[in-house]
């Protein structure tokens, strides 16, 4: 099946740093992004979708320019968590799909999880 | 508008018994079923999906789920539960053909499997 990964794994910072989370699609090329934020127990949190080449878009609620999106390629996708606060500490993941017309199924990343103190 | 419920937080079964966890959906045309496990500290994984024809589908690590049209349910199920199915499931749902041209599913919140040894 397909792969995506997800780096760094796991993420811990100081309150006010940045940090930055890749998302790869390493045996395919994802039209798509998905970034998605989970809570302990909870549901996934869709935050923002992204395509190749364009524009993020986010879900309501969801700071723009606090989580800044990237989608530089077909393969590559990254969020950047600026000026981390203690409530942005989550479960990150995010997902892949290629083609719509396959049902677009989402491959998603092992997650990352951020810490920040 | 599409919308997908998983009606029970949590599931439990002994192992060896066949178990379903449960998952009914609205979408306004066709839908694209999905359905995902997520291991603790994981990503999601991919476990099966229906697009279109056989109502029953089959997928990995011996899952199956059922579309029922008229019943607007896509229930999972596995003929003899074992102790590593263990984890969190995820239903999402699609509209085959979108209005406003969003691809993005639907998911759950999410049932918690517990298999008794």
């Known amino acids: 099946g397909a792969v995506v990964s997800q780096h760094p794994s796991r993420v811990i910072c100081k309150s006010g740093t940045s940090v930055k989370i890749e998302c790869r699609s390493l045996?395919?090329?994802?039209?798509?992004m998905f970034w998605y934020r989970q809570f302990p127990k909870k549901s996934l949190m869709l935050m923002a979708t992204?395509?190749?080449?364009?524009?993020?878009?986010?879900e309501q609620g969801v700071e723009k320019d606090k989580f800044l999106i990237n989608h530089a390629s077909l393969t590559l996708s990254t969020l950047t968590v600026t000026s981390a606060h203690p409530e942005d500490s989550s479960f990150y993941i995010c997902?892949?799909?290629?083609?719509?017309?396959?049902?677009?199924?989402?491959?998603f990343g092992p997650g990352t999880r951020l810490t920040v103190l | 508008a599409q919308s997908v419920a998983q009606p029970e937080d949590q599931v439990n079964v002994a192992e060896g018994n066949p178990l379903t966890v449960k998952c009914t959906y609205s979408?306004?045309?066709?839908?694209?079923l999905f359905w995902y496990v997520q291991y603790p500290n994981r990503g999601l994984q991919f476990l099966l999906k229906?697009?279109?024809?056989?109502?029953l589908v089959k997928g990995s690590y011996g899952f199956e789920a059922e579309f029922n049209k008229s019943q607007t349910s896509f229930h999972l199920k596995k003929p003899s539960a074992l102790v590593s199915d263990s984890a969190l499931y995820f239903c999402?749902?699609?509209?085959?053909?979108?209005?406003?041209?969003?691809?993005?599913?639907?998911f759950g919140r999410g049932t918690s499997l517990i298999v008794h040894p």
């Open positions: 997902s892949a799909s290629s083609r719509q017309w396959e049902g677009d199924t989402q491959y």
């Open positions: 045996d395919f090329q994802a039209t798509t």
């Open positions: 992204s395509n190749e080449g364009s524009k993020a878009t986010y």
């Open positions: 979408v306004s045309g066709n839908p694209y």
């Open positions: 229906y697009i279109t024809g056989d109502n």
């Open positions: 999402a749902v699609r509209d085959m053909y979108p209005s406003g041209g969003s691809y993005i599913p639907t």
